[in-house]
């Protein structure tokens, strides 16, 4: 039997992981953190110096390096080589460094096959920036999740550290972020032709989330 995927893609700070939580949990389905695949694979590029850009040691690096995704006590948990590394993705430098390195035609070669594994054998919604438009053409229902640059910049900055805040940088690093995600040559930000946009500036998660839940029981 074809499994049920839900894609929801989207730009920095529009909401997706809470969204994309929230909704799978309504539906009862698994949630896949495409994002923290990317942000996994920069961490280890950052940790292990990595130079990304040459294809040599990329490709090197790439094949020996083993991302999972484990559930516990309720938790998302990713995993490098048995180690969490949960705690150490969302920097923003981190962020900045999947951006660039997600646009290497072979780390999403290498992440497609543990992605589509995983919608092989469960229902599942899918967050991420090229769900809809390259990785599940053909799934069920796509969102494309998307909300004003300052109300995003606002988000991100009420999630960050007290010592770490700076609102004028983290607007600016989304600015540059959403540059390059949509204008990048590999599987560009974009929503897919049928993807349903849904501006969530001034929408609760809650909002957001029995709108999906209306759309997906009419599709």
């Known amino acids: 039997m074809r499994k049920k995927i839900i894609t929801i893609d989207g730009p920095a700070g529009a909401g997706k992981t809470t969204v994309s939580k929230l909704l799978s949990k309504k539906l009862g389905c698994v949630y896949v953190d495409t994002g923290a695949l990317y942000r996994g694979v920069a961490f280890e590029i950052q940790r292990q110096d990595i130079d990304w850009e040459n294809d040599t040691a990329l490709e090197d690096f790439l094949g020996n390096l083993n991302l999972d995704f484990v559930t516990k006590k309720n938790s998302f948990i990713l995993m490098s080589s048995g180690r969490n590394i949960t705690n150490s993705i969302r920097t923003p430098e981190i962020s900045m460094l999947a951006s660039s390195s997600s646009a290497k035609p072979q780390v999403r070669a290498a992440l497609l096959d543990i992605q589509r594994n995983i919608a092989k054998t469960k229902d599942a919604v899918f967050e991420g920036r090229d769900m809809g438009t390259v990785v599940f053409p053909d799934a069920a229902v796509k969102f494309f999740l ?18 770490t805040k700076d609102i004028n940088r983290v607007q600016k690093e989304i600015e540059t972020r959403d540059h390059s995600d949509s204008q990048r040559k590999s599987a560009p930000l974009k929503p897919a032709k049928d ?25």
């Open 146 to 163: 998307f909300a004003d640059l300052n109300i995003r910049a606002k988000r991100r900055f009420d999630e960050m550290p007290d010592g």
């Open 195 to 219: 993807a349903i946009e849904i501006n969530a500036s001034f929408l609760t998660i809650e909002q957001v989330v029995d709108k999906m839940l209306r759309i997906i029981e009419k599709a």
